[in-house]
Each structure stands twice: as C-alpha cells, then as structure tokens.
C-alpha cells in the first residue's frame, strides 16, 4: 500500500482531484511523509526478527544483499536504458565524480555523505541502511532489546535540540566529500570482512565498527533537517518496540508509553519546527501536514498490526511482493511514459485524466512484476544458497551471549512481509551536473 501511494504522490495525483479537495489534502497531510513512516515503521517491526531468529550475523547481511543491491543495480540499468536523453531520474553518472558517485551508492549510505542519489528514490535506502548498522551492533553486544529507550532517546532529542543540532557538516566541498566516501568504503569493506568471517570477536568488532559509522554520519551529515532525521530513527526503533511487546520480551505498558511519546515527540516537532521557511526543507505544507502524515502513517500501522492475524486479499498481497521493484521503476516508468505518449501534466478533461491514470498504474505495475519475478525471486534464492554455504563451508556465524547481556526471551520468525523500501518516496535531481560536495546534492522531493 504504502509503494502504491508514493508512486501516486509522484505522479501528481493531487492535481488530478478537485481544487477544493486536493488543497485540504495538501494542508493537511503529505503522501510522501505518510508514506516514508510507515515503510519505516513496518521495517522496524520486521528487521530485528529477520536478525534474531537464527542469531546469525553473517547469514542476515548475506541475505540483505542479495535482496537490496541486485535489484537496485538492475532497477538502475533500467532507469538509464527507457529515460529520455536528459532526464534526471538517474544521477548516479551527472556529478562529474563518477567513481566517488559509485563508491558511496554501492554502500548505500550516500545521503549521509553529501552524494547524489543514483535513484532519486534510493535517498531512504540510506536510512535503512543505517538502521540496520545500528541494529546490527546492538545484537552483537547484547543489547537488542533496548529498544524502547533508545526510541524515546531519538525522540527526546528531537524535541529538545530539533533544529539546533547542525546537519551535512562533514561535507563542506568536493575535497572533503571525497575524503568521506573513501574512508567510509574503506571503514564498511573491513567490517563486513569482520562480519562475514564466522568468528565471534571478529563479528563483533565488525558489527560495533558499523554501528558507529551509522551513527557518526547520522548524527553529523544528515542532509534532512535534525529532527526529521530523528523523527525516523525513533520511528523505527518504535516499530521494534512493538515487535517486542508482541513477542513478550518487554512489557506492555512499556511499549504502550514508549509508542506514545515517539507519536506526541512527531507531533510536538512538526509545530516546534517544521515552520518559518524549515517546511521547504521537509518538502511539506507546514507543521499541520507533517504532523497529519506522521500520526496517519502510525494510524495505518494500528490497523495492520490489529489485523495482522487475518488473511489479507490476494491483490494486497501481490502488492506487497512487488512493492520494491515498484518503488525503483515507477519515477523512471512515469518520465518515459510522459515522453512517449505526450501526455500533458494534468490532462484537461476527467476521462483524460482517468485514462493516464490507468495507463500510469498499469504500467509500473506490470514492469514492476517482471522485475520481482524475473530479478527479485531468483537472486534471493540464490542469497539463500549462497548463505546455506557459506555456513557449510565456514561454521560458526551465530553470536554467543555476552555475560551483560539482557536476558533472552522468546524469539519467533519473522512474518512475510514487503520488498525493503516499499514506501521510499524519491529526491528529485536536476538533469545537470553538479559539484558532490560545496553544500550538497540539492532538493529533496517527497
């Protein structure tokens, strides 16, 4: 649902409505941030089952990469191939500094490194990288299970410093880019030789050096505003939170208090700061509509999770699977589609803007089915012979119990769920070459 609603954010379905209603909608709440929460949301609540139900490090990373980078790289191929000449829905090569363009999307931390986004969508991918970095260090020395307050951490401090906190100060030119990018790619390339060696203390150095990368480019080189980026890491956080209360390893009411101050701290943010121009830089209406969207996405979190246990209609399910190829296609499948059929931005007569709407969705939704199928199914099989292997080959993946650890309680599958970035919304990006550093990579569009 969520990757359905970015895709009709970018593709200006609010010009479509009528004024009346399209305005209230635009005040009120914005798809883009609706959309980004609850993606972040769900993944919280997903993420650290995918991580503790085998205990096994190595295992987890090997299955995040054969599920993220493959169809990433093939989603980019794509883009390059249908966009019409100079387009910018892809700017992985318009920056002039190809190689430190590559680098740092291949670890997928570039938005916290002053660097294009090779898709414009891919700028969430970085979030959730970073999540799972923290996530990651956290598991190896004991301490996944604090989640509820490092949430409320994340969300204090958004409240109390919000906009007083500097953001993007690592990245001050294209020197000092570069420098970052490199260090970084030289700072994962170990760590990842860490984690992926079956050997505890080596796991741990490698998960610990991880988690400090993440929060070390986090903290001083977000491009968003200080309390958005805040607002996210609590947000995900939140949904773990859930995930332990439903499993039984915290406390309810625990869980209850920790849910409800990340939901006031959004609300509280949206009025404290999102105002006086800083709006333009969270790409909303102002503080009501970062505030509706934000309380909207946990409303629509609710309803899942109180469903969660009933069987949901095939079409949903379908578009659960097909979510991530969705959310890399669509912008570069909108941008060919208006340049092949020559359609204006809001077609002059409703029948018009029924039938684009149709052909639009028809479309990604069909482009985006060869994708899962054809890209996404058979490289995660792969992942997970090649981990099935690499147990085999080398034994010893999964992390024993620190002494200060805190005490295990149940641990289950985890449910299936949507592609990673089923609601990523994207950054837009002018179609012309730009510096890497000296202030950033530009806009950000929800």
């Given at each position: 649902m969520a990757a359905l609603v970015v895709a009709l954010h970018h593709f200006d379905v609010l010009k479509l409505l009528p004024d009346r209603l399209a305005a209230f909608v635009w005040w009120h709440a914005d798809l883009g941030l609706y959309g980004v929460m609850l993606f972040f949301l769900v993944s919280g609540y997903i993420i650290p089952a995918s991580l503790e139900r085998r205990g096994n490090v190595r295992a987890f990373w090997i299955g995040r990469f054969f599920r993220l980078w493959p169809p990433v790289i093939i989603g980019i191929a794509v883009a390059l191939a249908i966009i019409p000449k100079g387009d910018g829905s892809v700017a992985l090569f318009a920056t002039g500094h190809n190689y430190v363009a590559v680098a740092a999307n291949a670890t997928m931390l570039q938005d916290f490194m002053g660097v294009w986004n090779g898709l414009g969508v891919m700028w969430t991918l970085s979030y959730e990288?970073?999540?799972y970095y923290m996530v990651t260090a956290l598991f190896a020395v004991g301490q996944h299970r604090r989640s509820g307050p490092i949430a409320v951490g994340f969300a204090a401090v958004a409240v109390l410093f919000g906009t007083s906190i500097a953001s993007h100060t690592m990245t001050v030119d294209a020197a000092s880019t570069r420098h970052l990018v490199w260090g970084a790619v030289l700072i994962v390339l170990f760590a990842f030789a860490c984690v992926l060696s079956g050997r505890a203390n080596l796991t741990r150095v490698g998960a610990i050096t991880l988690g400090l990368l993440a929060f070390v480019l986090m903290y001083n080189n977000s491009r968003a505003p200080m309390f958005e980026t805040l607002m996210i890491f609590a947000t995900m956080f939140a949904?773990?939170?859930?995930?332990?209360?439903?499993?039984?390893?915290?406390?309810r009411l625990q869980a209850v208090l920790c849910c409800g101050f990340v939901l006031a701290a959004g609300v509280a943010v949206a009025w404290?700061?999102?105002?006086n121009g800083m709006e333009n830089n969270t790409w909303t209406a102002g503080p009501r509509a970062w505030a509706g969207s934000f309380v909207g996405a946990w409303i629509t979190f609710g309803i899942g999770f109180a469903l969660r246990k009933r069987r949901f209609p095939k079409p949903l399910t379908w578009l659960g699977g097909i979510s991530f190829s969705l959310y890399l296609l669509h912008v570069p499948v909108l941008h060919t589609l208006h340049y092949a059929l020559d359609v204006p931005k809001v077609p002059p007569t409703t029948s018009g803007k029924v039938i684009w709407t149709a052909e639009y969705l028809a479309v990604i939704m069909i482009a985006s089915?060869?994708?899962?199928?054809?890209?996404?199914?058979?490289?995660?099989?792969?992942g997970r012979k090649v981990g099935k292997w690499a147990d085999r080959r080398w034994p010893g993946g999964e992390l024993p119990a620190l002494a200060f650890a805190v005490p295990a309680g149940p641990v289950t599958a985890a449910p299936s769920v949507p592609g990673p970035a089923s609601a990523a919304p994207e950054r837009t990006v002018e179609p012309v070459p730009v510096e890497v550093g000296a202030g950033g990579p530009g806009s950000r569009d929800r």
């Open positions: 990288m970073a999540f949904g773990t939170v859930v995930y332990r209360a439903e499993k039984g390893q915290i406390d404290f700061y999102n105002r089915w060869l994708m899962y199928k054809l890209v996404e199914l058979p490289v995660q099989k792969l």
